[in-house]
C-alpha cells in the first residue's frame, strides 16, 4: 500500500473545474483537497481474543479508529478500498439526516460499492440536534463483524454533566471468515454461520472457552475515579448478538441518550442491546469508603458482565471496571459470575423512555398510512430465506443501485406509488415501499414463526430517518389496544428497535410479536430498513424505502451526477485519478 498513490501528475479525461449544476457544485478533489478524515480499509489476518481470523479491518485495528465530529458542520470522510478483491461502503450508523444523497453507504441502493482499489469521498453533515453516539461500518455482505468504528457527534455544552467518558463498542467473534459465513447462508447446501465465540469490548476479550490459550490477549479495561461521574457510550456493533449486560457492584445506571437522541434520565440496572443500537449511560465512581471496605473483602476490581440472549445457548464475557490504585487482572475471568442478569428480553424500556426535549411526535390522527412489513421464512432446496410481504431483498437483487436508476431515468426501476399503496405499501416489481414527503407512516413489523416452529429475534433499523418507537407486543398488532398503552407517554426517537420473539416455538407461519414504529416523512431519497443481524441480512431480510417523487429524490440535477453512475465512475478515485464530487452542503 503506497502513502501517496498520487505522486505521478495527472491529467484527467474530463477536467471538471468547480461548475455549478442545478445549484450544487461540483469539485475536483485533486492534490489541493484534504479531506477531513481518511479512513483505509483492508483485509488481513489478525488475532483478537486469541483468534486468528481473515478480518475486514479500518486502519488496521477492529474496531476502527473512533470519528469525533462535531454538529453543525461539513466533514468530508475518504474511504480508501486497500482490498483486491472485495467491495467496500461505508454507512453511517444512525446519521440518517447527515448523509448526502450518494453518503449513506447503502450498496444497490444509495451508490455502487467502491470498487477494490478505489476510493469514496462521503460528505457528512451532523446537523445542530443530532450530539449523541454512532457507528461506522461497511454494509456489504460480512464484512461489519469487523469493519466498524465508533462515530460521536460532539456539541459545545452536552445535555448532561459528566466528568469523563468512555466507549464501549461491542462485536462479535466468529470463527469463520466472512467468506465462509457468506457462501454457507446463499448457497446449497446452507450452511448456518456457527455462534458467536466471543462478544469482545473495543476489539478486546480472552478466550471464553476456559481450556483455550488466552496468552497475549486482555479484557478490555475502563479507568473510573472515585465519585466521577462518566458517561459511558455503548455500541451495539455486533453481527448477531442481542446482549444483556451490567457492572458488579455498580447498579444505578442512568441513560441518558437512546441511537443519538437524548432521553430524559431512566434509571437502570442493566442494559440490552441488540445489534445496531446505542445507548448512554451516567455511572458514579464508588466512594473512597466503598472502595476500601471492598478491598478489606477481597474485591479490588469490577467486571461488567456480558451475556447473550435468545440464541440456543448463552455466551458469557467481560470486561474490567477499574480504580486508580486497585486491581488490575485483565487475564483472567470471574471464577463465577459476579451478577446475575435476567433471562427474559421481552418489552425492554418499551413504552418507557422519554425524549429530553418535546420531539413532535404524531398523533395517531395525523398517520396518513399503514404499512404493515410481514416477515416470513421458506426454504428452497435447502436454502433459507426471509420475505418482507412476500419478497427478500439483498443487494445482490437490483442490478443497479436504486438512486443511480433514478438519476439514469430508468424508470423501470422507480417505484409505482398508486401499486405500492394497492397492495398493503410495496411495489413488488421494485421491490421498494415508495411514500411521499409529508406523510405520517406507521411502519408495523410482523414477525411469524418460521419452518420448523422456531423463533428468533430481529433488532430492526430505519436508514433515512428516527422513526417514533410505538411499542411491541405479541401476536398481531392492535391499533386500538396499542393506542391506549401509548396514551401518556412520550415515544422517543430510535433507529434501531428489537422484535422480540414471544415464544420459542409455535406454529409454522402463525403471527408471533411486532413491532411499530411513526415516521413523518422529510428526508427525499433511497432507504434501506433492515433486520440489522448480518446473517439475516445476506438472507433476504431488508426492505427499500423511497421516500419522495422523482423530483425531490433527484435533488441534485443530472449532469452533475455522471461520477456517480457507473461501477467504478469519476466521483471514485483511483490510484491513477481524483475523484470528482458533487457538494451537497459544502458551498466553498
Ligand atoms: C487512518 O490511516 C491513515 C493512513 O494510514 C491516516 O492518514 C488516517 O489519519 C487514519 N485515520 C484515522 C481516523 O486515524
Ligand atoms: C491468514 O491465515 C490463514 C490461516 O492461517 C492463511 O492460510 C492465510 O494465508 C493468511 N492470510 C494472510 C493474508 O496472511
Ligand atoms: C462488486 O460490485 C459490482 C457492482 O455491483 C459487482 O458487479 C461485482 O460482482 C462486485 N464484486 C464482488 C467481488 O462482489
Ligand atoms: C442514580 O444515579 C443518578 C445519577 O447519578 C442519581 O441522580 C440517582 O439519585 C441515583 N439513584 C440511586 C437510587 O442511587
Ligand atoms: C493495567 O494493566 C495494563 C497492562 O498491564 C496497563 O497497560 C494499564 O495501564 C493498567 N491500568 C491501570 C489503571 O493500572
Ligand atoms: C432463567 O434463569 C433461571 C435461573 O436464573 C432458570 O431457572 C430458568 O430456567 C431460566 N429460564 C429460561 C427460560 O431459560
Ligand atoms: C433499467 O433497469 C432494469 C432493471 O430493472 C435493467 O434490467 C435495465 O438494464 C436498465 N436499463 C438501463 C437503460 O440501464
Ligand atoms: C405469545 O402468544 C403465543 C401464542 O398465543 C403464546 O403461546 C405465548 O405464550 C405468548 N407469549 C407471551 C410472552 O405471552
Ligand atoms: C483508475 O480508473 C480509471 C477509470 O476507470 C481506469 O482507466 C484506470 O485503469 C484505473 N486505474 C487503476 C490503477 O485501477
Ligand atoms: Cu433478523
Same mark, same amino acid.
Given at each position: 500500500? =503506497? ?28 492534490? /489541493? ?10 483485509? =488481513? ?5 486469541? #483468534? ?10 477492529? $474496531? ?76 456489504? *455482505? ?15 455544552? $452536552? ?23 457468506? !457462501? ?29 490459550? /488466552?496468552? *497475549? ?35 444505578? #445506571? =442512568?441513560? &441518558? ?6 432521553? !430524559? ?54 470486561? @474490567? ?31 418507557? #423512555? ?23 421464512? &421458506? ?14 431483498? =439483498?443487494? !445482490? ?38 411514500? !411521499? ?16 416452529? &422456531?423463533?428468533? @429475534? ?85 426492505? @427499500? ?44
Amino acid at each position: 500500500m =503506497t502513502q501517496n498513490p498520487f505522486s505521478t501528475v495527472i491529467t484527467p479525461l474530463i477536467l471538471l473545474i468547480p461548475s455549478i449544476v442545478s445549484g450544487y457544485q461540483l469539485h475536483y478533489h485533486d492534490e /489541493s483537497f484534504t479531506p477531513d478524515v481518511v479512513l483505509r480499509v483492508a483485509a =488481513t489476518n489478525i488475532s483478537r481474543a486469541c #483468534l486468528d481470523r481473515y478480518s475486514v479491518l479500518v486502519n488496521g485495528t477492529s $474496531p476502527g479508529p473512533e470519528l469525533r465530529l462535531r454538529e453543525g458542520r461539513t466533514y468530508w470522510i475518504r474511504v480508501y478500498n486497500d482490498m483486491d478483491v472485495q467491495n467496500l461502503t461505508m454507512h453511517w450508523h444512525g446519521l440518517s439526516m447527515a448523509a448526502s444523497p450518494f453518503s449513506d453507504g447503502s450498496p444497490q441502493a444509495s451508490q455502487w460499492p467502491i470498487a477494490p482499489q478505489h476510493f469514496f469521498d462521503y460528505e457528512l453533515h451532523p446537523d445542530i440536534g443530532d450530539a449523541g453516539t454512532y457507528f461506522y461500518h461497511s454494509h456489504i *455482505g460480512f464484512q461489519a463483524v469487523s469493519a466498524s468504528g465508533a462515530l460521536i457527534i460532539e456539541e459545545p455544552e $452536552p445535555a448532561y454533566e459528566y466528568d469523563g467518558e468512555h466507549t464501549i463498542h461491542l462485536s462479535d467473534l466468529f470463527e469463520k471468515t466472512d467468506d465462509e459465513i457468506e !457462501k454457507g447462508l446463499t448457497s446449497t447446501p446452507f450452511v448456518w454461520s456457527g455462534e458467536t465465540s466471543n462478544v469482545l469490548v473495543n476489539g478486546q476479550g480472552i478466550p471464553v472457552e476456559p481450556d483455550t490459550s /488466552s496468552d *497475549g490477549c486482555s479484557m478490555a479495561t475502563f479507568l473510573v475515579e472515585p465519585e466521577k461521574v462518566y458517561r459511558l457510550r455503548f455500541i451495539g456493533a455486533t453481527a448477531l448478538s442481542f446482549v444483556s449486560l451490567g457492572f458488579q457492584s455498580h447498579n444505578n #445506571l =442512568t441513560i &441518558i441518550e437512546a441511537d443519538g437522541h437524548y432521553t !430524559k434520565p431512566f434509571e437502570v440496572e442493566y442494559l440490552q442491546i441488540g445489534s445496531g443500537q446505542r445507548f448512554s449511560v451516567l455511572l458514579r465512581g464508588k466512594s473512597q469508603e466503598e472502595l476500601e471496605q471492598d478491598r478489606a473483602n477481597g474485591i479490588d476490581q469490577y467486571f461488567l458482565q456480558i451475556e447473550t440472549r435468545d440464541r440456543p445457548t448463552s455466551l458469557r464475557s467481560y470486561a @474490567v471496571l477499574l480504580y486508580p490504585g486497585g486491581g488490575n487482572d485483565t487475564s483472567a475471568m470471574p471464577a463465577s459470575p459476579p451478577i446475575t442478569l435476567p433471562n427474559t428480553t421481552l418489552g425492554w424500556l418499551d413504552y418507557q #423512555l422519554r425524549p429530553l426535549t418535546p420531539n413532535n411526535f404524531p398523533t395517531l390522527s395525523e398517520v396518513t398510512r399503514r404499512v404493515t412489513v410481514t416477515i416470513t421464512q &421458506i426454504i428452497d432446496n435447502t436454502v433459507v430465506t426471509w420475505l418482507q410481504n412476500g419478497f427478500p431483498w =439483498t443487494e !445482490k437483487f437490483p442490478p443497479m443501485p436504486y438512486l443511480v436508476a433514478l438519476y439514469d431515468d430508468n424508470i423501470s426501476m422507480f417505484p409505482s406509488y398508486d401499486v405500492a399503496v394497492a397492495y398493503g405499501g410495496m411495489d413488488d416489481s421494485t421491490r421498494t415501499f415508495p411514500a !411521499k414527503l409529508g406523510e405520517v407512516l406507521e411502519i408495523v413489523i410482523q414477525n411469524t414463526v418460521e419452518v420448523g416452529g &422456531i423463533l428468533n @429475534v430481529h433488532p430492526f433499523h430505519a436508514h433515512g430517518a428516527h422513526f417514533y418507537d410505538i411499542g411491541s407486543g405479541n401476536g398481531t398488532y392492535d391499533l386500538q389496544e396499542n393506542e391506549e398503552r401509548l396514551k401518556g407517554t412520550e415515544p422517543v426517537r430510535r433507529d434501531t428497535t428489537m422484535l422480540y420473539r414471544y415464544a420459542r416455538s409455535g406454529i409454522d407461519g402463525a403471527p408471533a410479536g411486532w413491532r411499530a414504529w411513526r415516521l413523518r416523512v422529510t428526508n427525499a431519497g433511497v432507504w434501506l430498513v433492515h433486520c440489522h443481524i448480518l446473517q439475516h441480512m445476506l438472507m433476504g431480510m431488508q426492505t @427499500v424505502w423511497v421516500f419522495g417523487d422523482r423530483d425531490d429524490v433527484l435533488r441534485l440535477g443530472t449532469p452533475s451526477v455522471q461520477g456517480y453512475l457507473s461501477y467504478g465512475g469519476a466521483a471514485y478515485g483511483n490510484s491513477s485519478r481524483w475523484p470528482t464530487c458533487v457538494h451537497y452542503w459544502d458551498d466553498d
